[in-house]
């Protein structure tokens, strides 16, 4: 049975749709990041979800009952914001305690839980502090720690990590992650960061324009993306756009084997990901000519930028393997395998 579910949910503002119609399930435990680019749809999404938001048409389901008109602070759900929205006078521990004595629980032991609660986040001796006393990182330990108190059924996040710098970013994600994994809670993360998305989900909805363009695994999404928007959007792609023919793609005058099953003459755009193409002296299919125009160093990789017969391409190779000493202006080949090349339908990646 399903946590959650989402059945044909749109919304609009007037004129504007900001959410195409819907269907989405979040598993009961699993953890699903919302991923697309600003104004996609993804923070209105998650406000229909908490009850912030009226859905325009379709309904919400949680444990197969629907809560569509259930009003926020009805649904058990535990909330944090890009900004934590903390009380900067409280301390660390009242803060906490608060979402658990306006929910009933008398003073006394909602502070005893709060304790418990921040030994959960790692804050343990920082009850007495005031929150300006805090870092970023810390804050929204707090935030997570309040959000929790209610012990929610569900757990909502909206860009929980956009005001820590990128090092502290990563640290929480992978401590958060490990914290929804220990508490077994149904969690639903917006972000427009698909590292983040890649570190912490179960299940990876990428969105844009309001409409859900896949729903699938983080390795599935980047491996096996459903079309050219987001193999673009997640990791890096080159692209080539051609025609499909014989079973390969010709591209200018270039015939390139592909894996496909596209049999039909028509426009096509591949992908091939950087760390999927080679320049080395294997043998093997698709062999373009290409020159050097920059090589960048980047320390764990060397990324190649090249001008190839079928346009600018980059390789990546990564540090340890045996990589060609190439300078700027050298000619070389680059190996297309035919099992890395993603075909798409053209119309779609306009
Ligand atoms: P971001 O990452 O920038 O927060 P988002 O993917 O979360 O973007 P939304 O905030 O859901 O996107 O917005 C989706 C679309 O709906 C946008 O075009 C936005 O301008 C519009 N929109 C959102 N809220 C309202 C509102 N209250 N009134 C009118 N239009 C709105």
Not at 88 to 102: D, F, K, M
Not at 148 to 169: C, I, T
Not at 231 to 252: H, Q, R
Not at 276 to 281: K, V
Request: charged share 25%; glycine share 8%; with cysteine.
């Amino acid at each position: 049975m399903h946590g959650l579910e989402l059945k044909g949910v749109s919304k609009s503002f007037g004129n504007t749709r900001a959410v195409e119609p819907t269907d989405l399930k979040f598993a009961k435990g699993e953890l699903t990041a919302l991923l697309g680019p600003s104004g996609c749809g993804k923070t209105t999404l998650l406000r229909m979800i908490a009850g912030l938001e009226d859905p325009s048409v379709g309904s919400i389901l949680l444990e197969g009952q629907n809560i569509t008109a259930l009003p926020a602070h009805k649904r058990k759900f535990g909330m944090v914001f890009q900004n934590f929205a903390l009380f900067p006078h409280y301390s660390v521990r009242e803060n906490v305690a608060y979402s658990l004595t306006i929910g009933g629980v008398d003073k006394r032991t909602a502070l005893d839980e709060a304790n418990n609660l921040l030994e959960t986040v790692q804050l343990g001796g920082f009850g007495d502090r005031r929150i300006g006393e805090l870092s970023g990182g810390q804050r929204q330990r707090v935030a997570i720690a309040r959000a929790l108190a209610q012990e929610p059924e569900v757990f909502l996040l909206d860009e929980p990590m956009s005001a820590l710098d990128a090092k502290l970013r990563e640290e929480m994600q992978v401590e958060l992650r490990l914290l929804q994994q220990k508490l077994g809670i149904t969690t639903i993360v917006v972000t427009h960061d698909q590292r983040e998305a890649m570190t912490m989900a179960d299940q990876i909805v990428v969105m844009s324009n309001g409409r859900v363009e896949q729903i699938a695994k983080p390795q599935v999404i980047y491996h096996q993306p459903a079309n050219a928007f987001v193999a673009d959007f997640i990791g890096k792609a080159n692209f080539f756009d051609g025609v499909c023919k014989d079973g390969g793609v010709l591209v200018g005058e270039n015939f390139l084997q592909t894996a496909s099953n596209f049999r039909t003459e028509s426009p096509v755009r591949i992908a091939i990901r950087p760390e999927r193409a080679f320049i080395d002296f294997d043998p093997g299919a698709n062999r373009v000519a290409a020159k050097v125009m920059f090589v960048r160093d980047l320390g764990p990789m060397r990324e190649y930028h090249l001008q190839s017969d079928i346009g600018p391409i980059i390789v990546e190779h990564a540090a340890g393997e045996t990589n060609p000493e190439l300078r700027n202006g050298d000619a070389t080949t680059v190996r297309l395998p035919p099992d890395a090349l993603q075909v798409f339908p053209r119309y779609e990646a306009a």
